[in-house]
């Protein structure tokens, strides 16, 4: 059998790149055209960020992006050799994303991840619209739910940000949102909370389906550099997918250490975005730097609320963020490769601060010996890695199941909300990927108690729904 295993492509193309750290010969370091090792295979150094690793909080979601061409099959992937210690620790397949600028799809690694504590990964998908294909977002749902509503579109928010002094320069704002109240919308403020180091909250927010909007309630995620393994994404051509015994194995790690240093977040797909997309015309596409996003109403980025405030006793850190977008914007030099192949090219000069700041991947073997990670490394053997790799047909049934309950058919049913009736309420199948509850985790991997939100608030009035899209 012609089997096509490209982590050992990864790895190699990885050994090449950092041949001085893995004491390779320096002449082969120095030949980045041995990357190509496997025709129609491109190691990705930017793109979508796996919806699981990071959620997006929007305001005002809006249908998911439509494409014209069908999305591939999916890929059969095998998790790496090595994997984060922790009982709370599993693998979630990767899935097709769409390139404007191929028009193409690309592969979004899977991704080893600490799970939310109690909750449960409800993963995206692509289905037909009437235009052709369209993305319908992912998001971690609490586990302990076996019915979901499908409301009617929420109203526009009224989200203005903070309206009182906070209590402590521990504490960071936690933004209002709208919430199904005695058979209506009602207004629910924004409040203050104290901010933990290590946790992340994602607060209340709504994703779109073709059935209706689902209501997803705030929960603690792990702070990014606690969050697991975020592989590199992965241009697969048709000739390489469609070979007889043909598997994936990622291999090489977005640097989570750099990670902030090059984050986007693009709206309309419910993603963020990694890596080189500092050129104007990604603004004009709406793919944003993650600090416009909050600062310009679009929604809430939890990611940079958690950062600001670990840096609050910096006045100066996020001109200092701005000024660093800027220089990248109106500097091509001062980007992030944009592929392995040009990584490796630039990791055998990096001789700066400023250049080795720019190298934003590295291998997984690399990663482990790190002794300044937060995270630990234990093998996994071949048994459980082939239970694992079993997992992606397990996610690919739960999204058939999830597509099937949120078709346009469904959509027509007797069942379709509106803004005078009540919420489709259907049982909704429990996700293969499934959190522990936080009582079953150790101390250091159980999350702080959940915050205590406001009332809602019925007297506060729905605006006019805008549907422009709106740019910075």
């Known amino acids: 059998m012609n089997v096509c295993h490209v982590s050992k492509l990864c790895m190699v193309t990885a050994l090449v790149g950092f041949g001085a750290a893995f004491g390779l010969d320096k002449a082969v370091a120095a030949q980045p055209d041995q990357t190509d090792v496997e025709e129609g295979v491109q190691v990705l150094t930017r793109g979508p960020v796996h919806e699981a690793f990071a959620e997006t909080v929007i305001f005002d979601p809006e249908?998911?992006?439509?494409?014209?061409?069908?999305?591939p099959d999916p890929i059969e992937e095998m998790p790496p050799e090595q994997r984060p210690e922790g009982i709370n620790v599993t693998w979630i397949p990767g899935y097709w994303a769409w390139d404007d600028e191929r028009n193409d799809f690309f592969w979004v690694s899977g991704i080893w991840r600490a799970l939310p504590p109690g909750r449960q990964y409800v993963s995206g998908y692509w289905g037909r619209s009437e235009q052709g294909f369209q993305w319908t977002?992912?998001?971690?749902?609490?586990?302990?739910?076996?019915?979901?509503?499908?409301?009617?579109?929420?109203?526009?928010?009224?989200?203005?940000g903070p309206n009182i002094a906070p209590p402590s320069a521990d504490h960071s704002w936690i933004p209002g949102s709208w919430v199904w109240y005695h058979g209506r919308y009602a207004w629910r403020p924004g409040y203050w909370?104290?901010?933990h180091r290590d946790w992340v909250w994602v607060p209340d927010h709504y994703v779109w389906t073709p059935r209706g909007y689902v209501f997803v309630d705030g929960y603690w995620d792990y702070s990014v550099s606690r969050r697991g393994v975020l592989f590199a994404p992965v241009y697969f051509d048709a000739r390489a997918r469609t070979r007889p015994g043909f598997y994936y194995s990622p291999a090489t790690v977005i640097d989570l250490a750099v990670f902030t240093d090059h984050l986007f977040l693009r709206p309309h797909y419910r993603h963020y975005y990694f890596g080189d997309y500092y050129a104007t015309s990604y603004s004009d596409s709406g793919i944003y730097p993650w600090f416009l996003v909050s600062s310009r109403r679009y929604g809430y980025d939890p990611i940079f609320a958690?950062?600001?405030w670990q840096h609050r006793q910096d006045p100066e850190w996020e001109h200092q963020v701005e000024a660093k977008f800027q220089h990248r914007r109106d500097h091509e030099d001062a980007r992030p490769p944009r592929t392995l192949a040009a990584l490796i090219g630039l990791s055998t000069s990096a001789g700066t601060s400023k250049e080795r700041s720019l190298l934003v991947a590295t291998?997984?073997?690399?990663?482990a010996k790190r002794k300044d990670s937060p995270i630990r490394?234990?093998?996994?053997d071949k048994e459980e890695r082939q239970t694992l790799a079993q997992r992606g047909q397990e996610v690919r049934r739960f999204r058939e199941e999830r597509q099937k309950l949120e078709t346009k058919e469904a959509d027509r049913s007797?069942?379709?909300?509106?803004?005078?009736?009540?919420?489709?309420?259907?049982?909704?199948?429990?996700?293969p990927i499934l959190a522990k509850p936080a009582d079953e985790l150790g101390k250091d991997q159980a999350p702080p108690k959940t915050p205590q939100a406001p009332p809602?608030?019925?007297e506060v009035k729905p605006k006019p729904k805008k549907k422009a899209v709106r740019k910075p």
């Open 414 to 431: 007797a069942e379709r909300p509106s803004k005078e009736s009540e919420p489709a309420r259907v049982k909704f199948p429990r996700s």
């Open 193 to 195: 909370d104290t901010v």
């Open 363 to 367: 291998s997984l073997d690399q990663l």
């Open 306 to 308: 958690h950062d600001q």
């Open 456 to 458: 809602p608030d019925p």
């Open 137 to 160: 977002s992912g998001y971690w749902a609490d586990a302990r739910v076996s019915e979901i509503d499908y409301l009617p579109e929420p109203p526009e928010t009224v989200e203005a």
């Open 377 to 380: 490394y234990q093998p996994v």
């Open 63 to 71: 249908p998911d992006i439509v494409v014209t061409a069908a999305p």
